[in-house]
């Protein structure tokens, strides 16, 4: 079955700029979440969207955003960029989204280069 | 909060090495436990779990056992190949909570 597709793959944008990542779950999956990974601050947790409701939340600024459509696909928004904001955003989908359970599938990740 | 420490990187070993990547976590409660591992330019894929202490997991030859008393989870392997080179993450989560990744090990393996 196809696995967790994430566009695009690579993105540059320029400082203020703001950008949208889309990714789609494996079908049947209903929970999607986002992490940042920079080579600093390592894999951090963004949001995870359950049945189209955010049921769990990171510690970043407003300026991140997402929402999941009924069909479970999920974008995530960023507005504002910064130059920090560069890094590789991975979405990883879950059947329920607990993790004892099935675990979490990730996608091949969005590089985001902010210029 | 919930915390996962791993040893520092990079390692580098010689194909058939043994391998040993340690992991320790601060937890309230039972997490499960998993290593991860990105291969380069690619996602993360879910390497092996564990969800109850003394608990094992295994897969590719990687093993790691979840030790409630010293709140370890290390990963081993007993004779590396060139293929394993890679990044291994360390990660726990309880029950709905989002994973808590520790910083990750880049492992080399040289022929």
């Known amino acids: 079955k196809a696995g967790v597709t994430q566009t695009p793959r690579y993105l540059i944008k320029t400082r203020g700029q703001q950008v949208t990542l889309s990714c789609s779950p494996i079908?049947?999956?209903?929970?999607v979440s986002w992490y940042q990974q920079t080579p600093g601050q390592g894999l951090q947790f963004l949001f995870e969207y359950f049945s189209e409701t955010q049921r769990n939340k990171g510690n970043f600024p407003g300026r991140f955003s997402g929402r999941q459509f009924s069909n479970s696909r999920s974008e995530m928004n960023v507005s504002t960029l910064e130059l920090g904001d560069s890094a590789l955003y991975l979405c990883?989908?879950?059947?329920?989204?607990?993790?004892?359970?099935?675990?979490?599938?990730f996608g091949s990740g969005t590089r985001l280069t902010v210029v | 909060g919930d915390s996962v420490t791993q040893m520092e990187g990079p390692v580098t070993l010689s194909e058939e090495a043994f391998l040993t990547i340690n992991c320790t976590y601060t937890?309230?409660?039972?997490?499960?436990l998993f290593w991860y591992v990105q291969y380069p330019g690619e996602g993360l894929q879910l390497l092996l779990k564990a969800t109850k202490a003394d608990d094992k997991g295994s897969n590719k030859g990687f093993e790691a056992t979840y030790r409630k008393e010293t709140t370890s989870f290390h990963l081993e392997k007993g004779s590396v190949q060139v293929s394993d080179s890679a990044v291994y993450f360390c990660?726990?989560?309880?029950?709905?909570?989002?994973?808590?990744f520790g910083k990750g090990t880049r492992l080399s393996v040289i022929a």
């Open positions: 937890a309230t409660g039972y997490p499960s």
């Open positions: 079908s049947g999956h209903r929970s």
């Open positions: 990883a989908s879950s059947l329920e989204g607990r993790t004892f359970d099935y675990g979490y599938t």
């Open positions: 990660a726990l989560s309880q029950g709905n909570t989002p994973l808590v």
